[in-house]
């Protein structure tokens, strides 16, 4: 017994050890993952708003070049404004940020117009492609008709091709109505840009849906 009790001790100053040196290697690690402090550079701040200031000027004279966001202008402005007052070149850090708040109005026009335009462009490109994908569209539609076994015809009309024409002589009140129910069908045709969809038998019976 008294053995047992030597080895249950030992056994217990081992798990002591073994916790105490866990405990110590996690503090060792959570100091080691502490990101060190990072020291504000001065230089940094005012060759920042040196870039910042010809990044303006070359976007005043060429209008293709983006004028810099209103967001880092704020940034560097920051910065610049903790530059120490006994910082050899204090004076002309405190010229630069003042040159820059007096162009910060024409700064933050130029930006705002030139997102207007990139988004304007964007759309136009999405526009454009949308377009081709709905003339194809009923390219494709026809010919998945006819693969199937069914006498189909489909075409996109109007100037933007955004009206579909489906005439299929079986056109019915039924089948109309199966179409209607069809969310994803017709998801697909609002995400292609389409705006009405005209379905006909060929003859006298029309039904228009206003996607």
């Known amino acids: 017994m008294w053995r047992t009790l030597k080895l249950l001790t030992a ?13 110590w290697g996690a503090t060792q690690l959570s ?18 708003g040196i870039a910042l200031e010809k990044l303006w000027q070359a976007a005043k004279s060429n209008k293709k070049a983006f004028p810099p966001g209103p967001a880092y202008v704020d940034k560097v402005d920051r910065a610049i404004g903790e530059i120490p007052l006994d910082w050899p070149m204090a004076k002309e850090a405190e010229a630069l940020v003042l040159r820059l708040r007096v162009e910060r109005p024409a700064i933050e026009k130029a930006y705002q117009a030139a997102e207007k335009h990139r988004a304007e462009q964007a759309t136009l490109a999405r526009e454009k492609n949308l377009l081709e994908k709905r003339r194809n569209a009923a390219k494709v539609m026809e010919t998945t008709f006819l693969d199937g076994g069914s006498d189909v015809y489909v075409s996109a009309e109007g100037k933007e091709f955004r009206t579909l024409r489906i005439r299929y002589i079986l056109m019915s009140r039924p089948l109309v109505y199966k179409i209607q129910k069809n969310d994803v069908m017709l998801n697909n045709w609002r995400d292609l840009g389409f705006r009405e969809v005209i379905l006909t038998d060929g003859y006298n019976s029309v039904w228009t849906m206003k996607l």
Do not use: M, N, S, T
């Open 11 to 23: 056994a217990g100053a081992l798990f002591v050890v073994l916790v105490a040196g866990a405990k």
């Open 31 to 48: 100091d080691a993952a502490l990101p060190e402090p990072q020291k504000f550079d001065p230089q940094k701040a005012f060759d920042d």
